[in-house]
């Protein structure tokens, strides 16, 4: 494969912007292929390794194709031993559709620990990013509420609490973060109804139906003044951005794929971004939610959405080194990014 080398180093930002995408990426579709395997290997030392899988919908214990692939993973990352591996939620979802029952509520938190202790196989720290089918709430943000204010109610989300949640999979927080090798990662919660502080709806385009509420902003904001000098990693369940087809005008995939309701994303994912683009060391964000692969550029920064592991079993190795390496099994997408 030819390749078109810079007689010096350029920014990410301006690569991006200046190069076609056949030139600013290399990617195949759906398998392993030729291309791929074409691709240079990283030069240089690798920064980090990680497991990356989104929506294995492990509904209770009544999908066994779920769970088969969702144990591909698993089996994949004993083998491959990264440094971390991560959910990007919708893991031990509902087990029934309706409203809430203290049954099903049971059932789902009984079915989660189960799943949770199939991905404890993994032989290295293991992360859950909350998604939308893992949990209900009324509003969101700080609430604490129990199971009783889920039963027999409408509400948004499924059966079980982000407290709930929290304990089953031993997550310290809806939102967190944690260094590895030198790498600052930060986990978002988009669960969220508008606050008071939400601006106008829509700025995107499309009005979205979730939200990164006013406490986590304001954590984030000091989370990135913390780290300002660090490299960054953002892991959130659902789009940060609503990107129309003729794409961001940034970079990323033209067409940008068409999926899933245009209205499933953070509609202030915007206020978010525009912090990632302040800070400039905020590498890729990462999604599921939409349950195909597609790829972004906002200020800078990759926008990632993976593939859903319930179909064709798909989730990605990925490989940081002088550039991002996200190597797609089943039907996820593989990626060769620019880093900086």
Not at 235 to 247: A, D, I, K, N, R
């Amino acid at each position: 494969m030819s390749k078109t080398r810079a007689s010096k180093p350029i920014s990410r930002r301006t690569l991006l912007k200046a190069l076609p995408l056949a030139a600013a990426i290399e990617c195949c579709d759906q398998q392993r292929g030729s291309l791929w395997a074409a691709a240079e290997e990283p030069q240089g030392p690798v920064r980090l390794r990680f497991g990356l899988n989104a929506d294995p919908h492990l509904l209770g214990r009544r999908t066994a194709g779920n769970e088969a692939n969702f144990l591909g993973f698993v089996k994949a990352m004993k083998t491959w031993r990264p440094d971390f591996a991560i959910d990007l939620g919708d893991f031990g979802c509902q087990i029934a559709e309706g409203t809430t029952t203290q049954a099903m509520h049971d059932g789902q938190l009984e079915a989660l620990k189960h799943h949770v202790s199939v991905f404890s196989q993994v032989p290295c720290p293991r992360y859950h990013v909350i998604g939308n089918h893992d949990v209900g709430w009324i509003r969101g943000g700080e609430e604490k509420i129990t199971a009783r204010d889920l039963v027999g109610r409408g509400h948004a989300g499924e059966d079980i609490t982000k407290q709930e949640f929290l304990a089953a999979t031993g997550t310290p927080h809806r939102y967190y973060s944690f260094d590895v090798n030198g790498i600052h990662v930060i986990v978002l919660d988009g669960n969220n109804a508008a606050d008071s502080a939400a601006p106008k709806k829509g700025h995107d385009g499309v009005e979205g139906g979730y939200y990164v509420d006013v406490t986590q902003q304001q954590w984030l904001r000091k989370t990135l003044a913390r780290n300002r000098s660090k490299s960054k990693l953002v892991f959130c369940h659902e789009e940060l951005h609503h990107t129309p087809v003729e794409g961001s005008g940034e970079g990323g995939e033209v067409p940008f794929p068409a999926v899933g309701k245009e209205t499933s994303y953070v509609d202030n994912g915007w206020q978010i971004r525009q912090l990632f683009a302040a800070d400039g060391k905020v590498m890729a964000c990462f999604f599921g939610h939409k349950h195909r692969s597609r790829w972004t550029v906002y200020g800078g920064t990759h926008y990632i959405t993976m593939a859903a592991t319930h179909w064709k079993a798909s989730f990605a190795r990925v490989t940081i080194a002088d550039r991002l390496l996200i190597e797609g099994v089943g039907g996820q997408k593989s990626y060769h990014l620019p880093t900086s």
